[in-house]
Nanobody
């Protein structure tokens, strides 16, 4: 059974960078669509990046376009979220998600805090 564990969150100043990791175990990610989501305090969880099954296309939310990138390392069964030019409004708990048909798997989340 697929399990996901995120790490790499922390406190960073505005304009800085962070790289989050999402390590998969129990199954490979080969046939899954991979998404990164975030949830800020008092707000609903929002999708910010989605890498399609087969790694053929990536969809970005307007709020992160040009700043965030999703990177998939099949050898390590790991997906990364590279976040550059961070802003205070990027402060949230970040989650990775793997989807295959009706199956949805979530990680536990990692906190990112951007100070102004």
């Amino acid at each position: 059974q697929l399990q996901l564990v995120e790490s790499g969150g922390g406190l960073v100043q505005s304009g800085g960078s962070l790289r989050l990791s999402c390590v998969a175990s129990g199954s490979t990610l080969d046939h899954y669509a991979i998404g990164w989501f975030r949830q800020a305090p008092g707000k609903e969880r929002e999708g910010i990046l989605c890498l399609s099954d087969g790694d053929t296309s990536t969809t970005y939310a307007d709020s992160v376009k040009g700043r965030f990138t999703i990177i998939k390392d099949n050898a390590k069964n790991t997906v990364y979220l590279q976040m550059n030019s961070l802003k205070p409004e990027d402060t949230a708990v970040y989650y990775c998600n793997a989807a295959l048909g009706f199956v949805r798997v979530w990680g536990q989340g990692t906190q990112v805090t951007v100070s102004s």
